[in-house]
Each structure stands twice: as C-alpha cells, then as structure tokens.
C-alpha cells in the first residue's frame, strides 16, 4: 500500500501537480487517532483550551472543523456528544478542532465588545488563533475551514462567521441566536447575561441584523481599490437548527431573527419547506436555491439538538 502510494506520488510530481502526500502518525508531533490536548498554539487572550482529533490516514490538504460547545461545556465533553466527527475524519479527511472556554460558566463570550471585533483580543481572536494554527499544522486547504457549535457554541459560530467571514466556508450551528444578539450584555451565560436576547426579546430588520454582522469586521483591502470593488466580505454560507420545544433559548424569535440575519447578507428569502428532511419530525427551511441558507426547526425538540454529523459534512462539501 505504502509502496503503492510513493509510486503514484512519484507519478503525480512528474507532472507537476501538488502531490497529496501522507502526513505520516505525528510528523507534526501530534498523536493521532486519539483526542488530544494541545498545550500551546500561539497568543491566548482569554485563556483557552484545545483539544483535538486528527485521523492518522490524512493525506493533502484536509479540512479543518471547529466545534464549539454549550455553556457549562468542555472540548472533550462535546467530542463525545458529537462522536460522528471523529468516526467519520477518516473517510472525509478532516481534523476537528474541540476548545474550551473557561471564563463565564464556560460559554463562549458573545457580548463583550472586544469578542464581537475582529482582532480585539477576546474569544473570537483566540478562536481566529486556533483555526489559523491548526491550519498551518495541518496543510489544511483554507477553502475548507468550517465551524459548528450547540447553544452558546452557536452563538459563538455566527460571531465567528461575522467576525473572521475570510476562515470560514460555511457554518452549521444548533439552537443559539443571531450574531450580535447579546451585544452589551455583562456576560454570556444563563447567569451573567442580559436574558432579554435568549427570550426572544431583541427583534431587528434584516437589513439592521446585516448591519451588526457587518460591524464585527472592516472591510478587507481588495483589489479594484478605489473603484469599491473586491471590498466585499464573501460570507459562510449557514445552516442553523433549531428546537420548537426549546424554553432555554427562545425557538421562535432567535430562530426566524438567525434566518433574517443571514438571509438578508446573502440576499436570499425563504423559498420552500421540506417535511421530514433529515428525519421525521425535522423541517428543512430552504432559502433561495438552498445554496447559502437552510434552516432545520426540529419539532418536539428541546434546547438540545443532536449533532446530525452527516447533514453538517454535506452541507460542508467534504
Ligand atoms: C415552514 O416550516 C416552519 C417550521 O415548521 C413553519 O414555522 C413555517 O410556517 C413553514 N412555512 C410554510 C410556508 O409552510
């Protein structure tokens, strides 16, 4: 098999391709096929912790998912909620990236000013820090970078999404709310936090929601300068999921405001409905061509949506 392989790479560098190669168990140093705490990465503002799953067949570039978990949470914790990531890393030749918070009941800061600025020194730079790291580690493809998250790790996604649109390709994130809905408040969890926005209490237009999104990072130096062209974020497309019966995060608003928020920074509305997709009792919100924007209401659900691994690879692309 090894000889196999140096023969088709040998091949391939003929011609002058980039040759996928095998990475080899830890040229890197890292263990593989196990979850593993990485003890330093680079600048830490807010003290973080990293764990991570790298499958020992790795090969190319592979992609890369960060999944974040819930308040009261922990990295290894949600490794184990979302088992499906590190069955399937090896087939789909992925590294996913579990940290943890340790500030605030273990949520993710999505209030503080300097979490929702890019590079402001708060969680979502930490966060950048990781992704960035694991990226060079790892020869990920940068095309292939993808974040998910439950809860307050899906408040956190949408913030990342906003605040770093240039790491990430698409999103997939289960019961939180929209990016910039905790702004001000004095903490991020059940018990520090302003629950006007986890009650459903804070409603804008999507054009004010696009707004917020938009206000977490300049806009990049683009080619075309001057003109206005190439000035633009491209944001991740999003998938968001959501439990009808969720009296934790409130289901209705946050759900509908996540949808305005997104729908309207990729310039989709709601086109159609799909019962029992991607099992019964799910309804699969489509918008526009379904390219850039889905939602997932699960009905009869609680605050605690099940990681459904295979739809977020789908919608990833891997
Ligand atoms: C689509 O499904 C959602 C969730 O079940 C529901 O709230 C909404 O009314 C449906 N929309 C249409 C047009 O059927």
């Not at 503002?45 to 570039?61: C, E, I, R, V």
């Not at 730079?125 to 990226?135: D, K």
């Not at 001057?226 to 946050?254: A, C, I, L, S």
């Amino acid at each position: 098999m090894l000889f196999k392989t140096l023969i088709l790479l040998a091949g391939t560098a003929a011609v002058g391709h980039a040759a996928p190669s095998p990475q080899g168990p830890s040229a890197d140093g890292i263990p593989r096929d196990v979850l593993t705490q990485i003890p330093s990465w680079g600048p830490n503002p807010t003290n973080l912790q990293l764990h991570l799953y790298a499958p020992s067949t790795l090969t190319g570039k592979p992609s890369i998912i960060l999944a974040l978990h819930g308040c009261f949470g922990t990295g290894p914790g949600h490794a184990a909620m979302t088992q499906g990531f590190q069955t399937l890393s090896s087939s789909r030749n992925f590294v996913v990236l579990y940290p943890s918070s340790i500030n605030d009941n273990n949520c993710w800061d999505v209030a503080s000013l300097s979490s929702l600025t890019r590079d402001g020194g708060g969680d979502s730079t930490g966060l950048a820090t990781i992704v960035r790291w694991a990226s060079t580690t790892f020869n990920a493809d940068p095309k292939r970078v993808f974040i998910t998250g439950s809860s307050s790790g899906c408040m956190m996604s949408n913030v990342m999404a906003s605040a770093y649109p240039d790491l990430f390709s698409a999103v997939s994130c289960y019961s939180g709310v929209p990016a910039g809905c905790l702004a001000g408040s004095p903490g991020s969890s059940p018990i520090s936090a302003d629950q006007t926005c986890a009650n459903g209490g804070i409603r804008k237009t999507g054009e004010e929601w696009a707004a917020v999104v938009k206000a977490m990072a300049p806009l990049p130096e683009g080619k075309g300068k001057g003109k206005g062209k190439g000035r633009e974020w491209k944001y991740p497309k999003v998938q968001t999921w959501h439990g009808d019966n969720d009296f934790f995060v409130n289901y209705f608003h946050n759900f509908e405001e996540q949808l305005k928020q997104w729908g309207t920074i990729h310039e989709v509305e709601f086109t159609r409905n799909e019962t029992s997709v991607p099992v019964p009792g799910y309804t699969k919100m489509v918008y526009g061509d379904g390219t850039k924007l889905v939602g997932y209401s699960a009905s009869g659900v609680g605050h605690v949506v099940p990681q459904h691994e295979v739809v977020d690879l789908e919608w990833f692309g891997i």
